[in-house]
């Protein structure tokens, strides 16, 4: 049973930073930020869980099923990811590309403490509280001010990281084309393509660089992730799946363009993207996957397509959103509605297990936590989780860091415009590494 607190929080913006700085000391720690974008399906601004009592790490074998044991057993909330490579839980694929981070395939854990922030109201579920826990905690969590995170940057050693490239220019090129060819054989319809980018010997401030990558981007599905060394820093836009009661609904994003200082010019790129029929294509097949995907769950005739190619307007980029929702079964087991829909379909291709194959075979990267999802799930049967895109991974203890970039390849597809559309995605990474 947990203990649960609520009280009002003065400056929830200047909290969420001072929480953030405090939970550095746990081992375990997930931090989600909505970052006060404004979005018709968000149950918290922000929510913070650290310290595990229980938790489950395994690698993608039988993986679906320890999950949805755990998920049943602890009835409780849980918190961690799923990385892409589950794939090969769900069909008959491999991922034997490069690996330099050695993350767990799948990752979850049942926190002691949990902060969940919506306005100025502050929520805390603690789990084998003892007396006066959380009022300590509380005044220590105040002590962190902006004053002290500086003091923590400028006393922690830092190195210079020098970001190379997986994959060279001319190669992405080259990989690009075969693909093509793949969908001109009628093999695959579309497909999302990454390269990597990586720095070994790499030390980095992983709180620096996550707020500095926020800061700049004000992404709604920010993560800071920490597994003792194992550290994700995304500013993620997408969400992947939401499920809230019966309803569960999925906003896959298409299209990317550049933003632009100079109004006009910004509202053009805006309007170009809306009226692009290679991104509205690209957007509309990932659509049709996900409907058939939650089809699998859904009750009869419940899918239905709430918006189709909507534009959103974020720090960096203009993005192609689409949502998707469907109704489930009262009785129909969260971790099924996940399972019959990963990995999610933006990140994927149609069809799904064809453009699956193909990526394996022309990436030179195991994907791991990156296109994969970070989230939790409520003691209701809830759950709320990302798409790990637009993401640094860092592993201190071999201090290796990466970020990896894709885009959608169909007919249309123009190699050289794909190659700097990974570049658009990569520049608020490199900007913070720099």
Same mark, same amino acid.
């Given at each position: 049973?947990?203990?649960?607190?609520?009280?009002?929080?003065?400056?929830?913006?200047?909290?969420k930073?001072?929480?953030?700085?405090?939970?550095? !000391?746990?081992?375990?720690? +997930?931090f989600?930020?909505? /970052?006060?974008?404004?979005?018709?399906? @968000?149950?918290?601004?922000?929510?913070?869980?650290?310290?595990?009592?229980?938790?489950?790490?395994?690698d993608?074998?039988?993986?679906?099923?320890?999950?949805?044991?755990?998920?049943?057993?602890?009835?409780?909330?849980?918190?961690?990811?799923?990385?892409?490579?589950?794939?090969?839980?769900?069909?008959?694929?491999?991922?034997?590309?490069?690996? $330099?981070?050695?993350?767990?395939?799948?990752?979850?854990? !049942?926190p002691?403490?949990?902060?969940?922030?919506?306005?100025?109201?502050?929520? +805390?579920?603690?789990?084998?509280?003892?007396?006066?826990?959380?009022?300590?905690?509380?005044?220590?969590?105040?002590?962190?001010?902006?004053?002290? *995170?500086?003091?923590?940057?400028?006393?922690?050693?830092? @190195?210079?990281?020098?970001?190379? !490239?997986?994959?060279?220019?001319?190669?992405?090129?080259?990989?690009?084309?075969?693909m093509?060819?793949?969908?001109?054989?009628?093999?695959?319809?579309?497909?999302?393509?990454?390269?990597?980018?990586f720095?070994?010997?790499?030390?980095?401030?992983?709180?620096?660089?996550?707020?500095?990558?926020?800061?700049?981007?004000?992404?709604?599905?920010?993560?800071?992730?920490?597994?003792?060394?194992?550290? #994700?820093?995304?500013?993620?836009?997408?969400?992947?799946?939401?499920?809230? $009661? /019966?309803? *569960?609904?999925?906003?896959?994003?298409?299209?990317? &363009?550049?933003?632009?200082s100079?109004?006009? #010019?910004?509202?053009?790129?805006?309007?170009?993207l809306?009226?692009?029929?290679?991104?509205?294509?690209? /957007?509309?097949?990932?659509?049709?996957?996900?409907?058939?995907?939650?089809?699998?769950?859904?009750?009869?005739?419940?899918?239905?397509?709430?918006?189709?190619?909507?534009?959103?307007?974020?720090?960096?980029?203009?993005?192609?959103?689409?949502?998707? &929702?469907?109704? +489930?079964?009262?009785n129909?087991?969260?971790?099924?509605?996940?399972?019959?829909?990963?990995?999610?379909?933006?990140?994927? $291709?149609?069809?799904?297990?064809?453009?699956m194959?193909?990526?394996e075979?022309?990436?030179?990267?195991?994907?791991?936590?990156?296109?994969?999802?970070?989230?939790?799930?409520?003691?209701?049967?809830?759950?709320?989780?990302?798409?790990?895109?637009?993401?640094?991974?860092? /592993?201190?203890?071999?201090?290796?860091?990466?970020?990896? *970039?894709?885009?959608?390849?169909?007919?249309?597809?123009?190699?050289?415009?794909e190659y700097?559309?990974c570049? #658009?995605?990569?520049?608020?990474?490199?900007?913070?590494?720099?």
């Amino acid at each position: 049973m947990r203990t649960h607190f609520s009280k009002e929080i003065n400056n929830p913006e200047a909290f969420k930073n001072q929480l953030l700085t405090w939970s550095q !000391q746990f081992r375990e720690v +997930v931090f989600l930020d909505s /970052n006060e974008y404004h979005q018709k399906y @968000s149950s918290y601004d922000c929510v913070l869980a650290v310290d595990a009592f229980t938790s489950l790490k395994t690698d993608f074998h039988n993986a679906f099923e320890e999950i949805k044991q755990y998920q049943q057993q602890t009835k409780d909330w849980l918190f961690g990811y799923f990385s892409y490579d589950l794939k090969n839980d769900t069909e008959k694929l491999t991922s034997n590309n490069f690996d $330099g981070l050695h993350f767990p395939d799948l990752f979850f854990f !049942q926190p002691k403490k949990l902060f969940l922030l919506k306005g100025n109201q502050l929520e +805390v579920h603690y789990l084998l509280m003892c007396d006066d826990e959380f009022e300590i905690d509380f005044e220590e969590i105040k002590l962190y001010s902006d004053n002290f *995170v500086t003091l923590v940057y400028t006393e922690r050693s830092r @190195s210079t990281v020098e970001v190379q !490239q997986r994959i060279s220019k001319e190669n992405y090129l080259s990989k690009v084309n075969k693909m093509l060819e793949h969908i001109q054989r009628g093999d695959i319809y579309e497909a999302n393509f990454c390269m990597e980018f990586f720095a070994e010997n790499a030390i980095i401030n992983p709180l620096e660089i996550y707020q500095k990558l926020n800061a700049i981007s004000k992404p709604p599905f920010a993560v800071f992730f920490k597994n003792n060394q194992q550290y #994700l820093l995304s500013a993620s836009p997408e969400r992947y799946l939401k499920k809230e $009661g /019966n309803k *569960v609904i999925s906003q896959p994003i298409k299209g990317t &363009a550049k933003r632009f200082s100079d109004a006009a #010019l910004d509202e053009k790129a805006k309007n170009d993207l809306a009226e692009n029929p290679k991104e509205r294509s690209e /957007n509309i097949m990932i659509v049709d996957l996900v409907r058939n995907d939650l089809s699998k769950t859904a009750t009869k005739g419940s899918v239905e397509v709430e918006e189709l190619c909507g534009i959103y307007s974020f720090e960096q980029v203009h993005q192609m959103i689409s949502t998707i &929702a469907s109704n +489930v079964a009262e009785n129909r087991a969260p971790v099924d509605i996940i399972k019959s829909t990963f990995p999610m379909g933006s990140m994927t $291709g149609a069809p799904k297990i064809s453009a699956m194959n193909i990526i394996e075979n022309l990436e030179e990267t195991k994907r791991g936590l990156y296109s994969g999802s970070v989230g939790y799930f409520s003691p209701e049967n809830d759950f709320d989780f990302n798409v790990v895109i637009r993401s640094i991974l860092y /592993n201190a203890q071999n201090q290796y860091l990466s970020f990896s *970039v894709g885009s959608a390849i169909t007919s249309k597809a123009v190699p050289e415009q794909e190659y700097e559309e990974c570049l #658009l995605k990569a520049k608020a990474m490199f900007e913070v590494l720099q």
